[in-house]
């Protein structure tokens, strides 16, 4: 399993990423190990709140960097976030995670926004 990451300013505004508390917890009663550090997001975005779904996925785009390509490589990643919206968050992490070697991605959130 693969946290949805957040940029680091947004890490230390928020102090958690919501996304690797779901991981840990869901890592501890499924015994499916969880790369915290595989998957970066390099690039400070706007919030997505306030955007129409193809205004999310260009500020997304280029957002997420593969960081242990060895922890994914050829392995099918379980990406992991909290709320699902238009798509645009996990379709990027997944689209790099593929990119970067990943032999497959699956999607589990928690919740649906409509």
Do not use: W
């Amino acid at each position: 399993m693969v946290p949805v990451p957040l940029h680091i300013r947004r890490l230390r505004e928020r102090g958690f990423n919501q996304a690797l508390l779901l991981v840990r917890e869901l890592s501890k009663r499924t015994g499916i190990p969880y790369e915290e550090r595989a998957l970066a997001k390099i690039k400070d975005t706007p919030v997505q709140i306030a955007l129409k779904k193809r205004e999310r996925r260009k500020n997304l785009k280029g957002a997420f960097q593969v960081k242990d390509q060895e922890a994914i490589k050829g392995k099918a990643v379980v990406l992991v976030d909290d709320v699902y919206t238009t798509g645009a968050t996990v379709n990027e992490c997944s689209r790099t995670l593929l990119e970067g070697g990943a032999g497959k991605v699956a999607i589990l959130t928690v919740a649906r926004a409509i």
